[in-house]
């Protein structure tokens, strides 16, 4: 009988796989990578607990175009500034992926909240633009022109804050299957470029990606680099169900999908 591809892999097909995994080679990305300083109270309402605003409420845009084999891939992120206990990091609101494989990974493994976008970047000469769209919309956008390099960053370590859950089998909005947790996910950076961009950002509308809610006040940071990092996750804490419950909707385009029905309107 010819193999049935959906049956059980052996014990040695995933030894396999899980080697070669381990053994991935660098993978550079090209993007720019946005700071700006937004209202304060704007970075505590997105902010689940136990996460805390830190004392400089900014926010960082990342567009990238990654170098993958045979694979190319536009990955994304906005994300605030936040603490959990001594730990400083930043909690992603958004990260659109141009392909499912990427977005399937991190929603699964360590909460990512990614969706499927569209992330352009591109370069003609000196000039610069940058967006993150979804349903046809660019939310984020970066125009601006290349002044100069940077000198590189010694390699360093990040950490974002996510929460990884599963809304209970039995209704949405009644709740989770297990008890949410709290991911730290930290990764080790290596840039071999990077230079300044003069531009600014534009934050556009958007019902599904809300990030004009968090508007640009002072840019902080513009920048256009090569980079390569790698990541590892832990579960830091398990949270409490109650206390994530109404920041959910953040993970789903139709809040409604998370809370007590279809769309008023809708047919059922």
Same mark, same amino acid.
């Given at each position: 009988?010819?193999?049935?591809?959906?049956? =059980?892999?052996?014990?040695?097909?995933?030894?396999?796989a899980?080697?070669?995994?381990?053994?991935?080679p660098? /993978?550079?990305?090209?993007?720019?990578?946005?700071?700006?300083? %937004?209202?304060p109270?704007?970075?505590?309402a997105?902010?689940p607990p136990?996460?805390?605003?830190t004392?400089?409420?900014?926010?960082? =845009?990342?567009?990238?175009t990654?170098d993958?084999?045979g694979?190319? $891939?536009? =990955?994304?992120s906005?994300?605030?500034?936040?603490?959990?206990g001594?730990?400083?990091?930043?909690?992603?609101?958004?990260?659109?992926?141009?392909?499912?494989?990427?977005?399937?990974?991190?929603?699964e493994?360590f909460?990512?909240p990614?969706k499927?976008?569209e992330? %352009?970047v591109?370069?003609?000469?000196?000039?610069?633009?940058?967006?993150l769209?979804?349903h046809?919309i660019?939310?984020?956008?970066?125009?601006g022109?290349?002044?100069?390099?940077?000198?590189?960053p010694?390699?360093?370590?990040?950490?974002?804050?996510y929460?990884?859950?599963?809304p =209970?089998v039995?209704?949405a909005?009644?709740?989770?299957?297990t008890?949410?947790v $709290?991911?730290?996910c930290?990764r080790?950076e290596?840039?071999?470029?990077?230079?300044?961009v %003069?531009?600014?950002?534009v934050l556009?509308?958007?019902?599904y990606?809300?990030?004009?809610?968090?508007?640009?006040?002072?840019?902080?940071?513009?920048?256009?680099?090569?980079? %390569?990092?790698?990541?590892?996750?832990?579960?830091?804490?398990?949270?409490?169900a109650r206390?994530?419950?109404?920041?959910?909707?953040q993970?789903?385009?139709?809040?409604?999908? /998370?809370?007590d029905?279809?769309?008023e309107g809708s047919?059922?």
């Open positions: 009988m010819a193999r049935v591809r959906y049956g =059980a892999r052996t014990e040695a097909e995933i030894a396999a899980r080697a070669a995994g381990a053994k991935l660098d /993978i550079w990305s090209t993007g720019v990578v946005a700071v700006w300083e %937004t209202d109270d704007a970075v505590a997105v902010l136990p996460l805390k605003p004392e400089h409420p900014l926010v960082r =845009a990342n567009i990238s990654v993958l084999p694979y190319p $891939l536009g =990955a994304g906005v994300a605030v500034a936040a603490a959990h001594d730990q400083r990091g930043w909690y992603p609101l958004v990260m659109p992926m141009t392909h499912e494989r990427a977005l399937i990974g991190g929603r493994v909460g990512e990614k499927l976008g992330v %352009t591109e370069r003609d000469g000196l000039v610069v633009r940058a967006s769209a979804r046809g660019a939310f984020v956008e970066v125009r022109a290349v002044s100069g390099p940077l000198p590189l010694e390699p360093a370590e990040k950490v974002d804050f929460f990884k859950f599963l =209970a039995d209704g909005g009644s709740g989770f299957d008890d949410p $709290l991911v730290h930290t080790h290596r840039v071999r470029k990077l230079e300044k %003069t531009g600014d950002v556009r509308e958007s019902m990606d809300p990030v004009a809610d968090l508007p640009v006040r002072k840019l902080v940071e513009l920048t256009l680099g090569e980079k %390569t990092t790698d990541q590892q996750g832990r579960v830091a804490e398990r949270v409490s206390d994530l419950l109404p920041y959910i909707h993970r789903y385009d139709d809040p409604q999908q /998370i809370l029905g279809p769309p047919v059922r």
